[in-house]
């Protein structure tokens, strides 16, 4: 008994000190930027059909199938859009990140707005998009190479919380408890990105004023939440709704959120409106 008792010792203690698996941010980074090259080459409409997940996601401008979307849409021939990434994240477990980062529509790779896309690898470990679509135009975008050798990208989590499934109640629980962006931004990390079109990019410090524009009781609804097998990244899509100018406006909100020692926090937030729906003819 004493003999087995110290060999399980020994065992667990091997296993304690084993180090942790490195994760970077690369696996993204590369299908990001290969689903972008790809656009360059056949269009950007077969390029989306390519790598968009049989769950993936777009505003087109309702929440809506992206392969479905995507099949409906006529392909156009566009190889002018150009996209690259300024910064991501990934899971611990490897399965789940995401890129941001400027678009173009010309060859001077100017840049006109922000892209946002959520990444899942598949079971033949292939990655695709379960979302795409950022908030549109910022008014100082990241300047950074289309080939930069240096992504700037989120830490990855010291541990999660053990499973996608838990992961997934937890974020769930907060987003519905919360419901209103006053509510949810104390969620919001230290480093946080929040991005509202038009405005200027929200990083750390700036995050919380624009996750309080166009107000604080911007109210929210969630749809979707995504989860990594290791429980420590998740990604929410829900509806939003505003008053803005006297008008009611409608879209809708994603966010990434990280486990970290202090509990589930916010990485990374956007919200998309819709546009308002034209005025009735006139008789």
């Known amino acids: 008994m004493r003999i087995f008792l110290m060999l399980s010792l020994l ?12 994760v970077t941010t690369a696996p993204v980074i590369a299908a990001e930027r290969a689903f972008a090259s790809r656009a360059g080459e056949v269009g950007w409409i077969p ?36 996209w690259w990434p300024a910064y991501a994240g990934i899971s611990r477990s490897g399965d789940l990140g995401f ?9 001077a790779r100017t840049p006109r707005g922000q892209y946002f896309t959520v990444w899942r690898r598949q079971a033949d470990g292939s990655w695709k998009w379960i979302w795409d679509g950022g908030p549109g135009p910022v008014s100082d ?36 408890a919360a419901g209103s962006a006053g509510a949810i931004a104390p969620y919001l ?15 750390g410090p700036t995050a919380a004023e624009n996750m309080a524009y166009p107000n604080s009781e911007v109210r929210y609804r969630l749809l979707r939440t995504e989860a990594s097998a290791a ?19 409608e879209g809708y909100f994603m966010r990434v959120w990280q486990y970290r020692p202090e509990g589930w926090r916010i990485v990374y937030d956007q919200l998309i409106g819709r546009p308002p729906a034209p005025p009735p003819p006139a008789n």
């Open 231 to 249: 429980g420590d990244l998740a990604f929410t899509l829900g509806e939003a709704n505003w008053v803005r100018e006297g008008a009611a406006r």
């Open 11 to 22: 065992a667990l203690a091997g296993c304690a000190s084993a180090p942790a698996p490195t």
């Open 189 to 203: 990390a230290s480093d946080a990105h929040v991005y509202r079109g038009g405005r200027p990019r929200g990083i």
């Open 47 to 82: 390029a989306f059909r390519e790598y968009t997940a049989p769950d993936g996601q777009i505003a087109a401008p309702v929440l809506a199938s992206a392969p479905q979307s995507l099949a409906e849409t006529p392909d156009d021939g566009a190889r002018n859009l150009f």
């Open 141 to 176: 975008p990241p300047n950074i190479a289309p080939d930069a050798a240096d992504v700037p990208s989120l830490p990855v989590a010291s541990r999660g919380v053990g499973s996608a499934a838990d992961a997934a109640g937890q974020v769930q629980a907060i987003e519905n």
């Open 99 to 107: 890129t941001t980062g400027p678009f173009s529509v010309d060859e």
